[in-house]
């Protein structure tokens, strides 16, 4: 494939903070790469030097086609559309777009102005405007943030008719398994590049991760062996010293020579001292495995106050309806104490909405939504931009108390924040780390109802599966909005769903629902299945061949391509 687009050696830094170090890759035609890295490590640093719009400190950015044409979606929460000029200028193609995406809504001015649209239908009129500009290089910076599975599955499904390339910064795993061939990570400054979508990076991840803490436990123990042998060594090269140095005596004179015996012993360990340390030296200047850096394991820690009852919500006839727009009626259905429930519906449905209503914000037009009196409930919305600008972190949490306060910097700590941004304003801080204010703000209450608005917004993949893995012990009751597919898939094992202007209770997760609306399944897509099973059975097995193997030997060689092979096969059948 053609070379596009080639950065070479490129350096940034903000300040006295590094930020990018010796970054070297290259963007090829027709590939999708997907762009990973905790929250805060320059992912978008990275697409912004790509973009021109901010300049390196050292390196280059070299575009092969003079013309190259970039389509750019900035991560952001608020889109600036100005519909006028564009309905002028590409409303047939955007109308086209837009209902594609699933945009109920039609385009006027008044129809797309920011008080009506949604995040997710803003984010989909900025992705249908830079679709109509027909661009070489794609480079978007989380494409799906806000936006409901019939547009993940759009985008996907466009990302793979897509002729050109794509540079692509997203924290969905299930997206960017279905679109990218190739990752790259920034860590520490630095980018490390993996063959394969998430799914095969997380694996090729952890067994170099694997195979370096083998390699450096067998040279630390090296290190030891030759140290002991040192330690010994100087001991009797001391003794030895002693010995030539001492006095005359009768016994001595008896034993002539024995001076200088003792002198030739000293010089010969001292010898063998300098020998074992400079082998040592040159040993770990040319092989230096160094000591595996521990992925930050992020801790959120969730308290329930017991239970409530059986039903702690019941909705009979539930109504609700905004003058000549109805969002949904004649709605019944309950939550028990301690079910996990996924709320599922199209952008504009009225998820949101429906919360806002659970939390007496929003009135109910008919009918009736009850709640226990006793519930204790913590809500995280999908917006950042409520926090109070002005304070700190610390200062947004108000905690009194030492304990208090020591729990929530280590909470923080865990979390891959670092103690100098909790004393700065929250305006200057990311969008994932005034994510992360917000729960840590939660994390310090204490509650039996947990309504997540979208939590996985603007978190990084480490943190979404730490949070996947202790929501999972959490013992109260959740109620999830996401179109993170794998999270819910992997939380929820019951639905609310808002369709055809209802809500409606399934006592099922949402890939048995799909399934139970009659999305029938080919005989081409179950033999396609049962490969994907039996390849993924062989790359187990070879990974666990593999990681007893010394790098440099021919089977590790051989194991290691066919690896490759398999994770390429795998993806172009996925």
Excluded at 456 to 470: G, I, K, V
Excluded at 543 to 556: A, P
């Amino acid at each position: 494939m053609t070379v596009i687009l080639q950065v070479k050696q490129l350096n940034k830094s903000f300040g006295e903070r590094d930020i990018l170090k010796d970054i070297s890759f290259e963007i090829r035609n027709g590939e999708k790469i997907g762009l990973v890295g905790w929250n805060g490590a320059g992912k978008t640093t990275l697409m912004k030097l790509l973009m021109g719009s901010i300049q390196p400190d050292s390196g280059s950015i070299t575009k092969f086609q003079d013309s190259l044409k970039i389509g750019y979606l900035p991560q952001s929460t608020d889109y600036t559309i100005h519909t006028d000029q564009e309905m002028i200028e590409e409303a047939k193609d955007l109308l086209r777009t837009t209902s594609e995406l699933g945009l109920v809504k039609s385009i006027t001015k008044e129809g797309a102005s920011s008080d009506t649209l949604s995040g997710g239908e803003k984010l989909k009129l900025a992705l249908a405007k830079i679709w109509t500009q027909t661009p070489q290089l794609l480079c978007l910076d989380e494409p799906t943030n806000h936006m409901d599975m019939k547009g993940v599955n759009w985008l996907v499904s466009e990302l793979n008719k897509f002729a050109g390339a794509a540079i692509i910064i997203s924290h969905d795993r299930y997206f960017l398994d279905m679109t990218v061939s190739k990752i790259y990570e920034i860590e520490d400054c630095r980018l490390l590049e993996y063959e394969g979508n998430y799914t095969a990076y997380r694996q090729e991840k952890k067994r170099r991760l694997d195979q370096q803490t083998r390699d450096y436990g067998k040279q630390q123990r090296k290190i030891k062996m030759i140290e002991d042998q040192v330690a010994n060594l100087k001991q009797w090269s001391e003794k030895a010293h002693r010995e030539a140095g001492k006095r005359d005596n009768p016994g001595e004179r008896k034993q002539m020579g024995l001076k200088e015996f003792e002198r030739v012993k000293a010089k010969k360990k001292d010898n063998q001292i300098k020998s074992k340390t400079k082998r040592l030296e040159i040993e770990l200047f040319k092989h230096k495995v160094e000591k595996p850096k521990e992925e930050v394991q992020v801790k959120f820690e969730f308290e329930t106050d017991g239970k409530r009852g059986k039903r702690i919500l019941e909705a009979k006839g539930l109504t609700k309806q905004f003058d000549a727009r109805l969002l949904f009626e004649k709605s019944h259905f309950y939550v028990k104490h301690g079910e996990r429930i996924g709320l599922v519906g199209e952008n504009g449905a009225g998820k949101t909405t429906f919360i806002k209503m659970l939390l007496d914000q929003e009135a109910i037009t008919r009918g009736s939504l009850w709640k226990s009196s006793s519930l204790k409930i913590a809500y995280l919305s999908q917006e950042v931009s409520d926090l109070p600008s002005n304070k700190t972190a610390l200062e947004y949490l108000d905690l009194v108390g030492w304990e208090r306060i020591s729990k929530a910097r280590t909470i923080f700590a865990n979390m891959g924040m670092q103690e100098e941004k909790l004393t700065k304003p929250l305006n200057t801080l990311s969008l994932g780390e005034k994510t992360r204010v917000k729960l840590v703000h939660m994390i310090m209450q204490e509650y039996d109802v947990l309504i997540l608005d979208e939590p996985t917004n603007h978190l990084d993949l480490p943190s979404r599966e730490q949070m996947e893995a202790t929501l999972c012990t959490f013992n109260g009751t959740l109620i999830i909005i996401s179109h993170d597919r794998y999270f819910i898939e992997k939380l929820c094992d019951k639905l609310l769903v808002i369709e055809n202007n209802r809500i409606k209770r399934v006592e099922t997760g949402i890939k048995e629902y799909e399934e139970s609306k009659g999305v029938q399944v080919s005989s081409s897509e179950k033999e396609t299945r049962e490969k994907l099973a039996i390849l993924e059975a062989r790359i187990t097995e070879l990974l666990g061949k593999i990681s007893m193997l010394k790098r440099d030997s021919q089977e590790y060689s051989d194991i290691d391509n066919e690896l490759l092979k398999l994770m390429q096969l795998k993806k172009e059948l996925a």
